[in-house]
């Protein structure tokens, strides 16, 4: 193996293996560094939909006047632990910061930005992998009860056409035609006729990985305790044996892509980056993909029901309250509730899942170099359009480590931002 063309990858999810797949494409020799199987964390539970219009974040200017409701409503789709957030106050408050208009507008940008190369990163992935069986092309429908809900929304899908996300609008009837199994009538919809979704993420992440040993590309189980950096190199510390005597991986660069397990890694100085979790659910029922003919957004929920290969999966909701609160009843039970509203289904679930997306308080991703060291590189942070942007993110990680000119400008996203 050619050490100065070695690259370890910390992180086996989908931006992971993208990376590790895009690094091996540009010839690098690549080790994948993780304690558990290939994408079978957030990567595996999440929502499935291939979301490039998705650039309106969870931030918004309105989040001040609903807030209250958000939080202490039964019916919210946002839950919020008061322990955890009397003891991160500082990541509240920057997260409520970034919730001002011009702030929200400077995200959208840079997010619509990026998604709009979502497909330059995950094409050529697919053909690699010999995935393109898992994805399916049947729009997205986005859905509002009311008037007034779809009214209300108005402003943040007027940001999207301006940043150049086609959709159509539809009424009731056209809603009842799409999806005649939705059991409320619903006002007004939104089509979003191009977007796609995969039928199983955790099959594309086996994918990724089939191709990336196949290439030669080497699987290290184990945690990444620490990152140890040179003059010109890299250690990665196992979590095995004692500090200081445990082995490690040594390798020309790394790149740190394990979500919002990110910040438990030594080394890779975190302290700057105001790194957390947005706590994800599904619920899914089994063989019941059929009530839906694509992904509906049921937005007063927030949540999506989206058909899978496997059945019928309802993934989504916010919740605050870190990697090691266990998971919360009341929010399975809040999807599962608000799914039969949707449509017909067994009183209980198959599966339930709770998982943890990355996120940072301008919903903005971390793509780029330390601001440390030019061996250590960032790819994280995507909050709820991981598996959207995870090639993109892994194209451009591999033409930073190859010292080539991004193929887009990297430096909105470079966690230089928060010093």
Known sequence: ??????????????????????????????????????????????????????????????????????????????????GYALRHPLWMLDFLLNCRKKKVERSIRLLARLLAQTWDGLDPLLDQADARDLLEQRGCLYLYRTEAQF?????????????????????????????????????????????????????LCQRYFDRFQRDGGTFVRARARAVWHGVDSVEVELDAGEPGDAPRVAARRVVVAAGAFSK????????????????GYHVQYDGLQH???RPVSYNEAGFYATPMNEGLRFAGTVEFAGL?????????????????????????????????????????PVIGFSTV??????????????????????????????????????????PARFL
Request: charged share 25%.
């Open 324 to 364: 090691d609160a266990p998971p919360n009843p009341r929010r399975l039970e809040f999807l599962a509730r608000r799914a039969g509203e949707l449509l017909d289904l067994p009183a209980k679930p198959d599966r339930e899942w709770l998982g943890f997306r990355p996120t940072l308080p301008d919903a903005l």
């Open 373 to 414: 060291s030019e061996y250590i590189l960032y790819a994280f942070g995507h909050q709820h359009v991981g598996l959207t942007l995870a090639g993109i993110t892994g194209k451009l990680i591999a033409e930073l480590a190859n010292r080539e000119t991004p193929s887009l400008d990297v430096k909105p996203f470079s």
């Open 1 to 82: 193996m050619d050490s100065d063309r070695h690259i370890a990858v910390i992180g086996a999810g989908i931006v992971g293996l993208s990376c590790a797949l895009w690094l091996q494409r540009k010839g690098f020799d690549v080790s994948l560094i993780d304690p558990a199987d290939p994408g079978s964390g957030a990567s595996s539970g999440n929502a499935c939909t291939i979301a490039d219009y998705a650039c309106v974040p969870v931030n918004s200017p309105d989040i001040f006047k609903s807030l209250p409701k958000l939080l202490f409503s039964p019916d919210s789709p946002l839950s919020l632990r008061p």
């Open 291 to 293: 009530l839906v003919s």
């Open 151 to 203: 009214t209300a929304a108005q402003a943040g899908n007027a940001r999207r056409r301006r940043h150049g996300v086609e959709y159509r609008e539809v009424d009731g009837g056209e809603i009842r035609e799409l999806e005649p199994n939705l059991k409320p009538e619903f006002a007004r919809g939104l089509l979003f006729e191009s977007a796609s979704h995969v039928l199983n993420p955790l099959t």
């Open 264 to 279: 438990r890694i030594e080394g890779v100085p975190m302290q700057l980056l105001p790194l957390d979790t947005e706590r």
